[in-house]
């Protein structure tokens, strides 16, 4: 999918109309852009000659226009928590960064139709305080919650550690607001629960990564807050006997199985080795499980009995033992970036698959890598598996990993498509996955991609050279 149309680097002209339109709201700053420039990985690297910051949608809807009448590029750009280089300019300087990060309003909060609706720079943590402020939750959550926004959250459908309960933002995005590329505004906000008028257009630009429109407001999908809620850490022999608890789990509690995460003894040993969080339990266990139950009634009994069968588990008694338990977890990526460089995964397969894929697939490629260690974790209970290959154990990591990150990720993606799974669960697909989606994706959905592209889109201004 490379015949879209490519804008052209910004004219003098064209960066004059854009900072017009943007009014006082614009920076040239190296110190203001350069943080913005890298991702959060530091795998990708951008250059742009202009950051626009817009405060309200009129703003933007100018900015849009001005784009489209000079033919310039626009990248959006949320918390830059990003995975995949989704929200970084092109290296050449050919396309104007845009950051809606000062559109940080919560514009309501609605406890009898448990909707919150907040602009796309309000960041996740803010909308988690918000909702409990009127003793509501917004049931997702991820470990960026202190910095990822909800404009890239919805523009990247992102996951995390309840989707199995609630699904991913796409179930939890009642409405949404858009500047498209024409400058024109969409206003599904109304967060109807019922509205069968046609083609959902708002569904076409959560996921789209910004290649389809800005995102400038969501509402949002708020449930009660659950009175009482259960954490428990529990280690297995093997990742199989975790789906074991987790289908008990389910079959006591009716559905209150809130998270259900995956961890291997390597990743354990990471985070007690560089952030001093040793395991909670005694003994060393092959795997690990983080298990989080939601509800009216106290769960502690049930979440007992269901994880009676482990080889040996504890309970958190306090808040503060289960956000203990919890930031072991959280902190898991950064350890692992702590530790050394790796080539990142983020994939999906059936639940009922994952334990066997997460076996298999490790073995597959430490034997077709020598020397290659695999770190595979993630959420059990919706099959998205975070399979990371670390360079063998040495001082040429960043060598190793470079000369073999390709062939490594086509194994990893060739193995993920027989087991008819996804190369993407959560983090989209930006610039990193962009061939192997096109070598790998259903040729008739990708065709029907391009389409909508090309429809809403025709001057391709809108975060060229991501996704397609």
């Known amino acids: 999918m490379t015949d879209l149309v490519i804008p052209p680097p910004p004219s003098a002209d ?27 990985r530091g ?7 202009l950051l626009l910051l817009p405060r309200d949608v009129t703003t933007l809807q100018a900015i849009v226009r001005a784009a489209a009448a ?31 990060t000062r559109m940080n309003r919560i514009r309501q909060v609605d406890g009898a139709g448990q909707l919150l609706v907040a602009e796309a720079g309000v960041i996740l943590a803010d909308v988690h305080a918000a909702a409990a402020d009127q003793g509501m939750a917004f049931p997702l959550s991820l470990g960026a919650k202190g910095s990822a926004t909800v404009g ?7 996951g995390g550690v309840q989707v199995l309960r609630h699904g991913t933002m796409r179930a939890l995005v009642a409405g949404l607001e858009a500047v498209l590329p024409d400058g024109s505004v969409l206003n599904q906000l109304q967060g109807l629960a019922k509205d069968n008028t046609g083609l959902d257009i708002k569904q076409l630009l959560i ?69 001093g969080l040793a395991s909670p339990l005694a003994g060393r266990h092959a795997w690990a499980c983080l298990v989080e139950l939601a509800g009216p009634q106290p769960l502690d009994d049930v979440l007992a009995q269901g994880l009676a069968d482990a080889d040996d588990a504890v309970i958190a008694q306090s808040e503060t033992q289960a956000a203990a338990l919890w930031r072991r977890r959280e902190e898991l990526p950064l350890a692992e970036r702590m530790d050394g460089p790796a080539v990142h995964h983020d994939i999906a397969v059936p639940v009922s698959a994952m334990a066997d894929f997460a076996e298999m697939a490790s073995a597959a490629i430490e034997a077709a890598f020598p020397g290659s260690r695999v770190l595979a974790f993630g959420h059990l209970g919706d099959g998205n598996l975070h399979f990371n290959v670390r360079a063998p154990a040495g001082d040429a990591a960043g060598a190793w990993i470079a000369d073999h990150r390709t062939a490594i990720t086509a194994r990893v993606h060739e193995m ?48 060229p050279g991501k996704i397609y």
Not at 22 to 38: H, Q, T
Not at 152 to 158: I, K
Not at 425 to 450: C, N, S
């Open 70 to 100: 000079h033919r310039v590029a626009l990248v959006p750009q949320g918390g830059n928590t990003g995975l995949v280089g989704g929200g970084i300019p092109p290296a050449d300087g050919s396309a104007v960064l845009v950051s809606c």
């Open 416 to 463: 993920v498509a027989a087991a008819g799974g996804s190369i993407s669960a959560e983090h989209g697909i930006g610039v990193m996955k962009r061939d192997d989606l096109a070598r790998l994706g259903d040729p008739a959905r990708l065709a029907a991609m391009r389409a909508v592209k090309q429809a809403l889109d025709p001057l391709g201004i809108m975060n």
């Open 43 to 49: 795998r990708y690297t951008g250059t742009t000659p």
């Open 207 to 275: 996921g789209a990564e910004g290649t389809l429109g800005f995102i400038t407001a969501v509402a949002l999908k708020l449930v009660p807050a659950p009175r009482h809620r259960a954490v428990a850490w529990a280690g297995v022999d093997r990742p199989q006997r975790a789906l074991a608890l987790l289908s008990r789990l389910r079959q006591l509690t009716g559905g209150q199985v809130e998270s259900f995460e995956l961890i291997p003894a390597d990743g354990v040993d990471l985070v007690a080795t560089h952030l």
């Open 14 to 40: 064209a960066l004059a109309a854009l900072k017009a339109a943007a009014g006082r709201d614009w920076s040239e700053d190296p110190d203001l852009i350069g943080p913005r420039l890298v991702d959060w």
């Open 152 to 158: 890239g959250l919805a523009s990247t459908n992102a």
